[in-house]
T-cell receptor
Framework: DTEVTQTPKHLVMGMTNKKSLKCEQH?????MYWYKQKAKKPPELMFV???????INESVPSRFSPECPNSSLLNLHLHALQPEDSALYLC????????????FGQGTRLTVV | RKEVEQDPGPFNVPEGATVAFNCTYS??????FFWYRQDCRKEPKLLMS???SGNEDGRFTAQLNRASQYISLLIRDSKLSDSATYLC??????????FGAGTRLTVKP
């Protein structure tokens, strides 16, 4: 099983809503990532969890709140987003060793209205 | 200076052509390197890892030049199905994976 599963696939939310994105992997990977991708741009790193601890936060606004409840799950809690936060949110995982490939989920396409 | 620089293209080539992409990185301590492929509205998928000695997988060859801090991808005998965006990825520190801008390739009949 080399799958990273993200839910939901699509999400439309208002600026006052609270929602969560979920990511799950069962490959035993110990590093998990959130990326944000706008149209025709590369993925931009947001957060990295290593062994369930937040190791990188790329100065992401606090309206995005990551959570890693266990080694298989990664959440991204969203609150009071802006329309410019509309993007594809990609989750990735890797073993945690630097030379291994990362596997990506299909992403959640988020629209903030 | 960006951490990972990549010419965004676009590259428009005929079938059968050879095309090369380059990517430079700024952190000399970067440890591992990859090429990913991303199709429209899909997630990135690993094309190849890039090893110090260079590596080949069929029509694809990846090379790393640590002295000049760049990686390259060569695609020989391009197919229509190679049309995609090719993204270089650099591990500048443990678990810190950064993408280049991506190079859009269109292979035409």
């Amino acid at each position: 099983d080399t799958e990273v599963t993200q839910t939901p696939k699509h999400l439309v939310m208002g600026m006052t809503n609270k929602k969560s994105l979920k990511c799950e992997q069962h490959m035993g990977h110990r590093a998990m990532y959130w990326y944000k991708q706008k149209a025709k741009k590369p993925p931009e790193l947001m957060f990295v969890y290593s062994y369930e601890k937040l190791s990188i936060n790329e100065s992401v606004p606090s309206r995005f709140s990551p959570e890693c409840p266990n080694s298989s799950l990664l959440n991204l809690h969203l609150h009071a987003l802006q329309p410019e936060d509309s993007a594809l949110y990609l989750c990735a995982s890797r073993q945690g060793l630097t030379n291994t490939e990362a596997f990506f989920g299909q992403g959640t396409r988020l629209t903030v209205v | 200076r960006k951490e990972v620089e990549q010419d965004p293209g676009p590259f428009n080539v005929p079938e059968g052509a050879t095309v090369a992409f380059n990517c430079t990185y700024s952190n000399s301590a970067s440890q591992s390197f990859f090429w990913y492929r991303q199709d429209c509205r899909k997630e990135p998928k690993l094309l190849m890892s890039v090893y110090s000695s260079g590596n080949e997988d069929g029509r694809f060859t990846a090379q790393l030049n640590r002295a000049s801090q760049y990686i390259s991808l060569l695609i020989r005998d391009s197919k229509l199905s190679d049309s995609a965006t090719y993204l270089c990825v650099v591990n500048k520190a443990p678990n810190d994976m950064r993408f280049g801008a991506g190079t859009r390739l269109t292979v035409k009949p």
